[in-house]
């Protein structure tokens, strides 16, 4: 994965502050990616909600959340759920 120019990272940022667009962002990462491409999508939604914010309301040290959203971490998915949840989104199955 390449890195993202600033600009585009803080566009991207802003926009996923929108509950609607980090839904589908997180949607498309969880039907599109790889489970690395997935963690870094939930890294970002976090960033737009303040990650340090986000990990008080998750009930996660914030180094460990960098760390479990990073491309090489491997959340439980207890951990997974906390921290998708503490951005107000939630993990949901469907019939295809």
Avoid at 63 to 88: A, C, D, H, Q
């Amino acid at each position: 994965m390449t890195k993202p120019s600033k600009a585009y990272k803080n566009e991207l940022l802003k926009r996923l502050k929108d509950p609607k667009l980090a839904e589908a962002y997180m949607n498309a990462a969880l039907e599109d990616g790889t489970q690395e491409e997935l963690l870094v999508a939930l890294k970002n939604v976090c960033e737009a909600h303040g990650m340090a914010r986000t990990a008080k309301k998750a009930k996660i040290n914030r180094e460990n959340m960098y760390r479990v959203l990073s491309v090489k971490g491997n959340p439980y998915l207890s951990t997974f759920t906390s921290i998708l949840e503490s951005t107000g989104l939630k993990l949901r199955v469907q019939v295809g």
